[in-house]
């Protein structure tokens, strides 16, 4: 396949050029991170402070997707499960137990590495679609069972209780700053594991299994283990997101926090943005999140539709024009350095 | 459980297998002609529907007679839907089947959305139809008029689709194209032509299929998703690209389905559908019937 030849050949350019290139990183991160810092100050609007924060969430959950999918190669459409673990586990024990969301976040997080490691070790001997559609099953399998489960509240969800604003119990009702900072660190966070996987052995392991398995493994690439560790690292931060999220709305429902919407929501800005790159995913997300939440404000109130038409169309475009993601027009061929 | 309830929960699901199967083979016919997956299956599915809907809104006609005109409506929507968005995905260099999965994605979530600006989200039925609300007693057997008809119209179309695969000069264009797509151009075959014909094809089974659901099913825009997974399930159980095995595996699905709601919720009878794809693929990794 042409594919495999060409992406060999990036993935072989020289070290050297790569890790010049990947040192400069850090000050971008560190100028994006005062960028959003700065901004509440000037932009003082409630909404568009949810814009941000949403924003700043996607970009870390198409971030924890593109840790698989990007750069392992394995194209999960379930990871609304992941995504519903962490949120129910933060809700379930601060609303049941009145534990700190902090230490839920924690516990989700655990909980969705070990099941995606679970997982993993049955799913990843399917190959291509049976795969993608395996990780649709299982996260719709999930769903269900929390729909159906009373202990979880089943489709009534959690609420959290209604308490002074803290840090500790993560709840503002008063002002979004904090959530602002929340959100923000959960984005560097995920962006800096994923840094310091591409450039440790495992990210090398990981883009030689996404181009050709066969090959890596007979080059004495552990493909079954690889997979396993870029699956719990990834599912690990869709569940820190998720309890973040929980937090936020201080509510969650099966459908809300488990739909296929979400597997597709965390794959799209990472699509967009351009697959198995640094900065793809919160390029996409800085694109597609604020135009899906104005058009669902301004134009989707009504339910008219148009949001769909123009979201729908948004991403067709991008997948057929710009497959590569937008990433590759400002970094021609640079994109999978 | 007595046996004629054993024999009423066997007879229910082998019709709802039936239209399941019918749903699922034009997702199989399309992937096992061109190896790419449609996601908006589900958005054809919805698109039959809402067009016998509206057929019927205006000429009042009964739905069986509307589908037809519904079944030939989602035959262009496919041929189109191949030649404005699929044939695209086809030419991309990197990335290949990421940018398939979301170019059907797209065209899914754009379905929905024109289907909402014109008909918005409201749930629709068709109501005072020949079939819908009769059961026909068959042996002591009372059994939906609906779905008996639409088992017949599936059984019907599968003896069809057989016949045009194995019979006709288009089946063995569909057949070479599916072998070697590079020798059937040397053979004057055009490949554009029958893909578009491959997914006009597909869309159109996946329409009879709409129209008949429409008659006992509600209408609205989020429809065709559930169904879409059950498609999905199907064709994956059945093998990618066998029209036989999507046959079977309907038949399968729709029976799990039906005794599984016998004995638990049924608000979770999915859950046993989705649990035997598990274990199927799990045991044999390219389904019951799929070429290893």
């Known amino acids: ?337 | 459980m007595q046996i004629e309830s054993l024999l009423q929960v066997f007879a229910s699901g082998l019709l709802m297998g039936l239209l399941y199967a019918l749903i699922a083979v034009g997702l199989s016919l399309i992937f096992g002609l061109m190896n790419v997956v449609n996601f908006a299956h589900g958005e054809f599915l919805m698109v039959a529907m809402y067009a016998v809907y509206s057929l019927w809104v205006v000429t009042l006609l009964d739905p069986v007679l509307l589908a037809p005109v519904a079944t030939a409506f989602l035959f262009g929507v496919g041929a189109f839907a191949y030649m404005g968005v699929v044939r695209f995905a086809m030419r991309a260099k990197s990335n290949v089947s990421m940018v398939q999965i979301f170019a059907t994605f797209g065209l899914a979530i754009f379905i929905q959305g024109v289907a909402q600006y014109f008909f918005t989200p409201d749930y629709r039925s068709i109501t005072d139809t020949w079939l819908g609300g009769k059961t026909i007693s068959i042996g002591g057997l009372f059994l939906p008029a609906p779905q008996l008809i639409g088992g017949l119209i599936s059984i019907v179309l599968f003896i069809g689709l057989y016949l045009l695969m194995s019979r006709t000069d288009f089946g063995k264009a569909l057949e070479a194209t599916r072998e070697d797509q590079g020798a059937v151009a040397l053979v004057g075959i055009n490949r554009n032509k029958v893909f578009a014909l491959g997914w006009g094809l597909g869309a159109a089974l996946v329409g009879a299929a709409g129209a008949v659901l429409a008659i006992f099913y509600y209408i609205y825009p989020q429809v065709g998703g559930p169904f879409a997974l059950i498609a999905y399930v199907v064709v994956a159980l059945g093998g990618f690209g066998s029209i036989f095995g999507a046959l079977a595996a309907g038949i399968i699905v729709g029976l799990v389905e039906a005794f599984t709601a016998v004995l638990i919720p049924p608000s979770m009878k999915t859950i046993a559908v989705y649990s035997l794809y598990l274990a199927v693929v799990f045991i044999r990794p390219n389904g019951l019937f799929g070429r290893l």
């Open chain 1, 1 to 337: 396949m042409n594919e495999t030849m060409t992406m060999a050949a990036a993935s072989a350019a020289p070290t050297q050029r790569a890790a010049g290139a990947r040192r400069a990183q850090l000050p971008i991160l560190a100028l994006v991170c005062a960028v959003t810092a700065l901004l509440p100050l000037v932009m003082q609007d409630v909404y568009l402070q949810n814009v941000l924060i949403l924003t700043l969430m996607y970009a870390a959950l198409s971030q924890s997707w593109n840790i698989l999918a990007g750069y392992c190669g394995q194209i999960s459409l379930g990871h609304a499960l992941y995504f519903g673990v962490g949120a129910y586990a933060a809700s379930f024990l601060f609303a049941g137990y009145g534990i700190t969301p902090w230490l839920g976040l924690l516990v989700g997080a655990v909980l969705s590495a070990g099941l995606a490691l679970v997982l993993g070790y049955v799913c990843f001997g399917l190959k291509g679609h049976y795969f993608a559609i395996a990780t649709m099953v299982i996260a719709e399998i999930g769903l269900l069972l929390v729909h159906n489960s009373e202990l979880f509240g089943a489709a009534l969800g959690i609420h959290w209780p209604l308490g002074a604003d803290s840090w500790s119990s993560m709840q503002f009702a008063r002002t979004k700053l904090p959530y602002i900072y929340l959100a923000l660190a959960l984005f560097v966070l995920t962006w800096l594991a994923t840094y310091a996987i591409e450039g440790s052995r495992w990210g090398f392991w990981w883009r030689a299994i996404k181009d050709d398995p066969e090959a890596a493994e007979s080059l004495g690439v552990e493909v079954f283990r690889s997979k396993m560790a870029a699956a719990a690292v990834s599912a690990f931060f869709t569940a820190a997101g998720g309890a973040f999220y929980a937090a936020y709305v201080a509510y969650v429902d099966p459908e809300s926090v488990m739909s296929f919407r979400f597997s597709l929501l965390f794959a799209l800005p990472a699509v967009l943005g351009g697959i198995g790159t640094l900065w793809g995913p919160a390029v996409g997300a800085l694109i597609l999140i604020p135009i899906t939440e104005l058009t669902r404000s301004y134009v989707g109130g009504s339910g008219s539709g148009l949001d769909l038409i123009i979201y729908g169309g948004l991403i067709m475009i991008v997948a057929l024009v710009k497959p590569e993601g937008l990433l590759s027009l400002v970094r021609p061929g640079g994109a999978k350095a």
